[in-house]
Each structure stands twice: as structure tokens, then as C-alpha cells.
């Protein structure tokens, strides 16, 4: 990932997700469908593969335009290939019963990070509004044991937009994010456990596992 991919980052996140590309897709303003593959992450004893799709559904009004996504997980013992869904506000969710309007959202997810045992993985799933500053994130976490999947947030504290980090250092059980209000600073770090409890985590630190391939499928993706 480039210095410039970062930059791009609508939260300056430390896990990008694919900006660039998305912004470049939408100024066509030609009503289509678009693909992109997201790098792959390998568990750290070659098990599992973790990657996304990401689809741009590009409507004439820019603001009318979806940008939506999937993330994939591979077993490379078996070759069995499941999606893992994301209850986030945004996501697209067959599990969920919601007939609201997803016109003009944003819903990226992208692996981030394996536990330090393999038994999890770590997602960021950003979500936004075109035309507005809701922007935030999610962590998406899939448990290799139960084979589920919670998304958590931070909560019960006053924020506009979080940023996820990564796994906790002194908490292997609990994700980082650092959270504020647009204007003001610094932001606080938190962290997050599967309940979503929060609290400030003043001297804690971000860890990240896992091996990040590119293969030749990553990137734009042929459209529709």
C-alpha cells in the first residue's frame, strides 16, 4: 500500500481502503458496475485467506451512487469459500430484514489483521454518506471456533467519526479505535470488546497478524 493510498483515506486511516479507485470509478458518472479485489491477508499458520470485493453501482446524480462490498474467507485446506456479513448500519446483510433506501451509502469492508493465535480475524468495515461527514468505522470479527461474526463499535461516548486501529496490546480480546468529534483534538484512544464495552486506553497500542498478498486478482475488476 502507498504512502499516497493513505493520504487518500477519507479518516487517514492506518488500513486503507481503496479511495482512489472508488473516486476515479464515480467521476465516469456513466450509470454501470464496478469491481474491485481487495489484497488477500493469510492467517499466520496458512489456514485461511481473508479478502473483499468491493462494487461501485454508479448512478448519473453522483450522490445517488452505492458503493457496497463483501468479504470473502478461504479455506485453503479445504477450498470452501464463505462470506462473512456485517451488521453495520450500511452493510448489505441477507440475515437482516431492512427495506431502507441504501442509495447514496458507502459500505467498504477490509481484512486488517489475524489474532496472534489465528482464531480471529479483524475487518474494517467504513461507512459514510456521499454529501455528508458521517464517515466512521466498524470492526467486523469472525470467530473460527463458533464460525460467527460480530461487528462492534464503540459506545456510550460522544464521537462523530472512529477510526479502527487494530487488536489491543494489553487486551488480546478487545480492538482498538480512536474516536473524537470533527474539530476538536486530540482524539481519545478506546478500546472495545465483543459487548462493545468501551474504555480509554491511554497507553495501550494497535497490534496487527498476518501475512498481505497482492495475486494478480487484486485490484480493479472487469465491470458490468
Same mark, same amino acid.
Given at each position: 500500500?502507498?504512502?499516497?493510498?493513505?493520504?487518500?483515506?477519507?479518516?487517514?486511516?492506518?488500513?486503507?481502503?481503496?479511495?482512489?479507485?472508488?473516486?476515479?470509478?464515480?467521476?465516469?458518472?456513466?450509470?454501470?458496475?464496478?469491481?474491485?479485489?481487495?489484497?488477500?491477508?493469510?492467517?499466520?499458520?496458512?489456514?485461511?485467506?481473508? @479478502? $473483499?470485493?468491493?462494487?461501485?453501482?454508479?448512478? =448519473? /446524480?453522483?450522490?445517488?451512487? %452505492? *458503493?457496497?462490498?463483501?468479504?470473502?474467507?478461504?479455506?485453503?485446506?479445504?477450498?470452501?469459500?464463505?462470506?462473512?456479513?456485517?451488521?453495520?448500519?450500511?452493510?448489505?446483510?441477507?440475515?437482516?430484514?431492512?427495506?431502507?433506501?441504501?442509495?447514496?451509502?458507502?459500505?467498504?469492508?477490509?481484512?486488517?489483521?489475524?489474532?496472534?493465535?489465528?482464531?480471529?480475524?479483524?475487518?474494517?468495515?467504513?461507512?459514510?454518506?456521499?454529501?455528508?461527514?458521517?464517515?466512521?468505522?466498524?470492526?467486523?470479527?469472525?470467530?473460527?471456533?463458533?464460525?460467527?461474526?460480530?461487528?462492534?463499535?464503540?459506545?456510550?461516548?460522544? @464521537? $462523530?467519526?472512529?477510526?479502527?486501529?487494530?487488536? =489491543? /496490546?494489553?487486551?488480546?480480546? %478487545? *480492538?482498538?479505535?480512536?474516536?473524537?468529534?470533527?474539530?476538536?483534538?486530540?482524539?481519545?484512544?478506546?478500546?472495545?470488546?465483543?459487548?462493545?464495552?468501551?474504555?480509554?486506553?491511554?497507553?495501550?497500542?494497535?497490534?496487527?497478524?498476518?501475512?498481505?498478498?497482492?495475486?494478480?486478482?487484486?485490484?480493479?475488476?472487469?465491470?458490468?
Amino acid at each position: 500500500m502507498t504512502s499516497q493510498s493513505v493520504q487518500l483515506d477519507p479518516l487517514n486511516s492506518p488500513h486503507p481502503i481503496p479511495w482512489g479507485w472508488v473516486m476515479a470509478t464515480l467521476s465516469d458518472g456513466t450509470p454501470s458496475k464496478h469491481y474491485y479485489r481487495s489484497h488477500a491477508l493469510t492467517s499466520l499458520d496458512g489456514h485461511y485467506k481473508a @479478502y $473483499s470485493r468491493v462494487q461501485v453501482q454508479v448512478e =448519473s /446524480e453522483f450522490y445517488q451512487s %452505492r *458503493v457496497s462490498s463483501v468479504l470473502f474467507l478461504e479455506n485453503l485446506q479445504t477450498g470452501d469459500l464463505q462470506a462473512i456479513a456485517a451488521t453495520s448500519p450500511f452493510a448489505e446483510n441477507p440475515f437482516i430484514s431492512n427495506s431502507a433506501d441504501l442509495a447514496g451509502t458507502i459500505s467498504i469492508v477490509i481484512p486488517i489483521s489475524w489474532s496472534s493465535t489465528g482464531d480471529r480475524l479483524l475487518a474494517r468495515e467504513f461507512e459514510s454518506i456521499f454529501c455528508s461527514d458521517i464517515a466512521s468505522d466498524y470492526a467486523l470479527i469472525w470467530d473460527r471456533v463458533s464460525n460467527r461474526s460480530s461487528t462492534i463499535a464503540p459506545s456510550e461516548i460522544e @464521537y $462523530s467519526n472512529a477510526i479502527l486501529l487494530g487488536w =489491543s /496490546e494489553e487486551r488480546s480480546d %478487545r *480492538v482498538l479505535f480512536r474516536a473524537g468529534n470533527l474539530g476538536e483534538t486530540p482524539w481519545k484512544l478506546w478500546s472495545v470488546d465483543m459487548e462493545n464495552e468501551t474504555l480509554e486506553a491511554v497507553s495501550d497500542q494497535p497490534r496487527t497478524y498476518g501475512q498481505v498478498t497482492n495475486s494478480v486478482w487484486a485490484g480493479p475488476q472487469m465491470q458490468r
